[in-house]
């Protein structure tokens, strides 16, 4: 029987069943015990699995960081919590040198599962170091796979494929998301990581967003159908690996493409993206490629601040627009 | 101890010696890539320490990490095969000097960033803790990783969990062109032990049987459970850094003394004072080594060396990359 799940629930189901199937599995990382993480998506775990499965850390993020290579490399599959994706950064060295590159330095002679979760994204009134989006930070290093869901229903099926994929993944889930519910099944399946999942048919432009850009580009499709403006709208759901062939299928049908993503601009992910599409479909192109995200700045504190800094619902709908305009070929 | 025991530290000792002169004569003339970090003259600690370890035990080493992989039990051809970027390679070639690593034999990598190995080996120690083995990881670092704040992460939350890990640090007095004097307040590393209610040890790293005792101890305070070890090997590397850094940062007189207390010879002395070994069993050793590190360069040089292609794999389990 259906019930209505939300986002922190789906992934704290996901991570339960993978505990229970495989015992290799552990979780490790700050508050995540006794208190069942900061958004709640290992609670209950601790009772479940005991003290040697779901570790509680001092604040050492580059220490557990690293322990879950050592361990991984010992053929244990650690799920590492980083309470605030912005956290992260304490363990650059772990992640880009160590954990990303282990196998490519030992011949593949080495397994690397860890799964790296960690909420990101704005809109929450966190300022500047608690609501970054960083996945263009590490979609830039090869060795990481980068997973971005934006439902309770791709949460915890993303999530059960990247406990049980053999590679680091880097898992970002939103903040703003945690709440969102949906009415699911207690039966699921994982979702291969690299697959695109169509939200909306479309055939007048394409609209790529990732997480919590979603939900504000199926808004911003609706607004344009009822000028009639038909939009595409396609969740990758996995950034690395991506799915070109959903991608470029639908810029092919539409020609025109607009990719929705909250991070900042400059050397974000839609900008690698945007170059992948021009170099390689520049002549399905009826229009130049858009982008909409957030602005060059850190993330600001008061509500009008940051809604101006975040990629809104009618900054998608101005950008299609203006994609339709720039159309060279109608 | 036997007497095989004892000829066996000697052997390692003189295995690591020629093969890191070997690595010397390579690199200079090309067949050996990058960059060569030699541990020459601190072999004591490395076969010392490693001696008293299991197979399934591990060890996490550093950028200067033949020493470690031989005493581990790593076999020269196969390392200098690596060395020399071929097939063979432990790492196929892909790792090098820097990345040299072997699962199977429970050296769990030399590492190319300063302390990144600390948390590694509190990973692989805190693997057994969760499973409830009884294997042991031994973390070979350097003065200049203690000031990293890695060892202060690691050797607080291995203390607070009793993880079976035993912290080995290599001081032989300089990173790079820093010398402790000018790094440190505190004279001793081990000292930083109190900081983390663990034992803080201090052992002449030049004295084999020393460091085997002291690392026997941990190991076996580890293995019952009792958790972690600091222990401070004072010792000295004979080459600078990287081989053709002429290390003229250290001043002679020191250099010299150092090379006085050369742990080969020195052992070497002691098994023959103390009447465990007779010259002819030394010399018979030195030979011996000497044929199976030729053997080694025969055996890296007929390796096939990798195709550029191969570039494009191993990054991922399941995807290979995009060539030209």
């Given at each position: 029987?259906a019930?209505?799940?939300?986002?922190s629930?789906?992934?704290?189901?996901?991570l339960d069943?993978a505990?229970?199937?495989d015992?290799?599995v552990?979780?490790i990382?700050e508050?995540?015990?006794i208190?069942g993480?900061?958004?709640g998506?290992t609670a209950g775990?601790?009772?479940?699995?005991?003290?040697?499965r779901?570790i509680?850390?001092p604040?050492s993020?580059a220490?557990?960081?690293?322990?879950?290579v050592g361990?991984?490399?010992?053929?244990?599959?650690?799920?590492v919590?980083i309470?605030?994706?912005?956290f992260?950064t304490y363990?650059f060295?772990?992640v880009?040198?160590?954990?990303a590159k282990?196998?490519y330095?030992?011949?593949?002679?080495?397994?690397?599962?860890i799964v790296?979760?960690?909420?990101?994204g704005g809109?929450?009134?966190?300022?500047?170091q608690h609501s970054?989006?960083?996945e263009?930070?590490?979609?830039?290093?090869?060795g990481?796979?980068?997973v971005m869901?934006s439902s309770p229903s791709?949460?915890r099926?993303?999530?059960?494929?990247s406990?049980?994929d053999r590679?680091?993944?880097m898992?970002?889930e939103t903040?703003?998301?945690?709440a969102?519910v949906?009415?699911?099944?207690?039966?699921y399946?994982?979702?291969?990581?690299?697959t695109?999942s169509?939200?909306?048919?479309?055939g007048?432009v394409?609209?790529?967003a990732?997480?919590?850009?979603?939900?504000?580009?199926m808004n911003?499709a609706?607004?344009?159908?009822?000028?009639?403006i038909?939009a595409?709208?396609?969740d990758p759901r996995t950034?690395?690996?991506l799915?070109t062939?959903t991608?470029?299928?639908?810029?092919?049908k539409?020609?025109r493409?607009?990719?929705?993503?909250e991070e900042c601009k400059?050397?974000?992910?839609?900008a690698?993206?945007s170059?992948?599409?021009?170099e390689?479909?520049?002549?399905?192109?009826k229009?130049?490629?858009?982008r909409?995200?957030?602005?060059?700045t850190p993330?600001?504190?008061?509500k009008?601040?940051?809604?101006?800094?975040l990629p809104?619902t009618e900054?998608i709908?101005d950008g299609?627009k203006s994609?339709?305009?720039?159309?060279v070929?109608? | 101890m036997?007497?095989?025991d004892y000829l066996?530290l000697y052997?390692?000792m003189?295995?690591?010696?020629k093969?890191?002169q070997q690595?010397?004569?390579?690199?200079?003339?090309?067949?050996i890539p990058g960059?060569?970090h030699?541990s020459m003259?601190q072999?004591a600690t490395?076969?010392g320490?490693c001696?008293?370890?299991?197979?399934?035990?591990?060890i996490?080493?550093t950028?200067r990490?033949?020493?470690h992989?031989i005493?581990k039990?790593?076999?020269t051809?196969?390392?200098?095969?690596?060395?020399?970027a071929?097939?063979d390679?432990y790492c196929?070639?892909?790792?090098?000097?820097?990345?040299?690593?072997s699962i199977e034999?429970?050296?769990l990598g030399?590492?190319?960033m300063?302390g990144?190995?600390m948390?590694?080996a509190?990973g692989?120690?805190?693997?057994?803790?969760?499973r409830g083995?009884?294997d042991?990881?031994?973390?070979?670092?350097?003065?200049g990783?203690?000031?990293e704040?890695l060892?202060?992460?690691?050797?607080n939350f291995?203390?607070l969990?009793?993880?079976?890990?035993?912290?080995?640090c290599?001081?032989?007095?300089?990173?790079?062109?820093t010398s402790?004097?000018?790094?440190?307040?505190?004279?001793?590393?081990a000292s930083r032990a109190?900081?983390?209610?663990?034992p803080g040890?201090?052992?002449?790293?030049n004295?084999?049987l020393a460091?085997?005792?002291a690392?026997s101890?941990?190991?076996?305070?580890?293995?019952r459970?009792?958790?972690?070890?600091?222990i401070e090997?004072?010792?000295?590397k004979h080459h600078?850094h990287?081989?053709?850094d002429?290390?003229?940062?250290?001043?002679q007189?020191e250099?010299?003394?150092?090379?006085?207390?050369?742990?080969?010879p020195r052992?070497?002395?002691?098994?023959?004072?103390?009447?465990?070994?007779v010259?002819?069993?030394i010399a018979?050793i030195?030979g011996?080594?000497a044929?199976?590190?030729?053997?080694?360069v025969?055996?890296?040089?007929?390796s096939?060396?990798?195709d550029?292609?191969?570039?494009c794999?191993?990054v991922?389990?399941d995807?290979v990359e995009?060539?030209r």
């Amino acid at each position: 029987m259906a019930k209505r799940v939300s986002t922190s629930k789906a992934l704290n189901n996901a991570l339960d069943r993978a505990m229970a199937f495989d015992e290799r599995v552990f979780c490790i990382g700050e508050d995540i015990g006794i208190m069942g993480g900061t958004f709640g998506v290992t609670a209950g775990l601790l009772d479940k699995y005991g003290e040697k499965r779901v570790i509680d850390t001092p604040i050492s993020e580059a220490m557990f960081m690293g322990a879950a290579v050592g361990a991984a490399a010992r053929g244990l599959v650690p799920v590492v919590e980083i309470m605030f994706s912005d956290f992260v950064t304490y363990c650059f060295d772990q992640v880009v040198n160590q954990a990303a590159k282990m196998r490519y330095m030992y011949g593949g002679n080495i397994e690397m599962p860890i799964v790296i979760r960690m909420p990101g994204g704005g809109s929450v009134q966190s300022a500047a170091q608690h609501s970054q989006s960083l996945e263009g930070l590490f979609g830039h290093i090869p060795g990481l796979k980068i997973v971005m869901p934006s439902s309770p229903s791709d949460a915890r099926g993303l999530l059960l494929s990247s406990i049980t994929d053999r590679n680091p993944v880097m898992f970002f889930e939103t903040k703003s998301l945690y709440a969102k519910v949906e009415k699911l099944e207690e039966e699921y399946d994982p979702i291969p990581l690299g697959t695109a999942s169509v939200k909306r048919e479309g055939g007048d432009v394409t609209i790529v967003a990732t997480g919590p850009c979603v939900l504000k580009a199926m808004n911003a499709a609706s607004a344009l159908a009822e000028e009639g403006i038909e939009a595409e709208v396609i969740d990758p759901r996995t950034l690395y690996p991506l799915d070109t062939k959903t991608i470029f299928g639908s810029v092919e049908k539409t020609g025109r493409l607009l990719i929705v993503t909250e991070e900042c601009k400059r050397g974000a992910w839609s900008a690698e993206l945007s170059a992948e599409v021009a170099e390689k479909q520049f002549v399905a192109l009826k229009a130049p490629i858009a982008r909409v995200g957030a602005l060059n700045t850190p993330v600001p504190l008061a509500k009008q601040l940051e809604d101006y800094y975040l990629p809104q619902t009618e900054n998608i709908v101005d950008g299609v627009k203006s994609i339709l305009k720039e159309s060279v070929i109608k | 101890m036997d007497k095989e025991d004892y000829l066996e530290l000697y052997r390692v000792m003189v295995r690591i010696r020629k093969f890191e002169q070997q690595a010397t004569d390579s690199f200079e003339i090309g067949d050996i890539p990058g960059m060569v970090h030699l541990s020459m003259g601190q072999e004591a600690t490395e076969a010392g320490a490693c001696s008293v370890l299991k197979k399934t035990d591990y060890i996490t080493s550093t950028h200067r990490g033949h020493g470690h992989m031989i005493a581990k039990g790593g076999k020269t051809d196969r390392m200098m095969a690596e060395l020399c970027a071929r097939r063979d390679g432990y790492c196929r070639g892909k790792g090098g000097s820097m990345h040299i690593s072997s699962i199977e034999i429970g050296m769990l990598g030399a590492d190319g960033m300063v302390g990144a190995g600390m948390p590694i080996a509190t990973g692989a120690a805190l693997a057994s803790w969760i499973r409830g083995t009884d294997d042991v990881t031994v973390c070979f670092f350097g003065d200049g990783a203690s000031n990293e704040g890695l060892f202060h992460e690691c050797l607080n939350f291995a203390a607070l969990k009793s993880l079976p890990v035993v912290f080995l640090c290599e001081n032989n007095l300089y990173a790079i062109s820093t010398s402790t004097k000018r790094s440190m307040k505190v004279q001793d590393v081990a000292s930083r032990a109190a900081g983390y209610g663990i034992p803080g040890v201090i052992v002449d790293g030049n004295d084999v049987l020393a460091v085997r005792e002291a690392t026997s101890e941990a190991v076996a305070r580890a293995r019952r459970g009792e958790g972690p070890t600091l222990i401070e090997a004072k010792t000295y590397k004979h080459h600078g850094h990287f081989e053709g850094d002429p290390a003229d940062y250290r001043p002679q007189e020191e250099v010299q003394l150092w090379l006085d207390k050369d742990p080969i010879p020195r052992y070497a002395r002691y098994l023959v004072e103390s009447g465990i070994a007779v010259e002819g069993e030394i010399a018979a050793i030195d030979g011996e080594i000497a044929a199976e590190i030729a053997k080694a360069v025969e055996f890296a040089l007929a390796s096939e060396p990798l195709d550029s292609r191969e570039t494009c794999m191993d990054v991922y389990s399941d995807i290979v990359e995009e060539g030209r």
